[in-house]
T-cell receptor, first 113, second 114 residues
Framework: GDSVTQMEGPVTLSEEAFLTINCTYTATGYPSLFWYVQYPGEGLQLLLKATKADDKGSNKGFEATYRKETTSFHLEKGSVQVSDSAVYFCALSEGGGADGLTFGKGTHLIIQP | DVKVTQSSRYLVKRTGEKVFLECVQDMDHENMFWYRQDPGLGLRLIYFSYDVKMKEKGDIPEGYSVSREKKERFSLILESASTNQTSMYLC?????????????FGNGTRLTVT
């Protein structure tokens, strides 16, 4: 079945550092790919998405490119802030759409001032 | 903006109690979902519904049931709560059957079963 693998956390960085959170997936077809963010005490919010190969999703300074050849969707940000501290989830959707998303286990990001 | 509201942020229940977790969305979405979130396991799908009175099992339905009597409301039921059901429960909704549509989440209910 479909699966999503994310790098283990927590990831600790200093403010203004460059961020990469790796995400790879396994799917039988051509999924849509998503990054969600969960701030402390809240539910998940959509951060960005990409629906086909070579698409780049971007939002709030974060970017991720759908790489079909490497089955990857790595999240990047050029200069992180303390307010980016959160848990980040990579997810995919395939098939009829009524059955939700398949999520990775999440990566806890900690940004130190 | 889509609003998904879960009725309780925190619940404490005793083993064997019947527990209802309520979720309401305000955007007329057809599809609704219940996930549980546990450290090291990420999000796992319990049940979903694509229409009123319709329900489908997710990956971990054992020990749970659901009810969808109205389009905007999707309830998760623990018939007899057990300590291994202590978790964060997240409700979500989605606007169509397209797999490009994102899920919209509520803020979660943290359930503790003692």
């Amino acid at each position: 079945g479909d699966s999503v693998t994310q790098m283990e956390g927590p990831v600790t960085l200093s403010e203004e550092a460059f961020l990469t959170i790796n995400c790879t997936y396994t799917a039988t077809g051509y999924p849509s790919l998503f990054w969600y963010v969960q701030y402390p005490g809240e539910g998940l919010q959509l951060l960005l998405k990409a629906t086909k190969a070579d698409d780049k999703g971007s939002n709030k300074g974060f970017e991720a490119t759908y790489r079909k050849e490497t089955t990857s969707f790595h999240l990047e940000k050029g200069s992180v802030q303390v307010s980016d501290s959160a848990v980040y989830f990579c997810a995919l959707s395939e098939g009829g759409g009524a059955d939700g998303l398949t999520f990775g286990k999440g990566t806890h990001l900690i940004i130190q001032p | 903006d889509v609003k998904v509201t879960q009725s309780s942020r925190y619940l404490v229940k005793r083993t064997g109690e019947k527990v209802f977790l309520e979720c309401v969305q305000d955007m007329d979405h057809e599809n609704m979902f219940w996930y549980r979130q546990d450290p090291g396991l990420g999000l796992r799908l319990i049940y979903f519904s694509y229409d009123v009175k319709m329900k489908e099992k997710g990956d971990i339905p054992e020990g749970y049931s659901v009810s969808r009597e109205k389009k905007e409301r999707f309830s998760l039921i623990l018939e007899s709560a057990s300590t291994n059901q202590t978790s964060m429960y997240l409700c979500a909704s989605k606007e169509s059957h397209s797999y490009n549509s994102p899920l919209h989440f509520g803020n979660g209910t943290r359930l503790t079963v003692t």
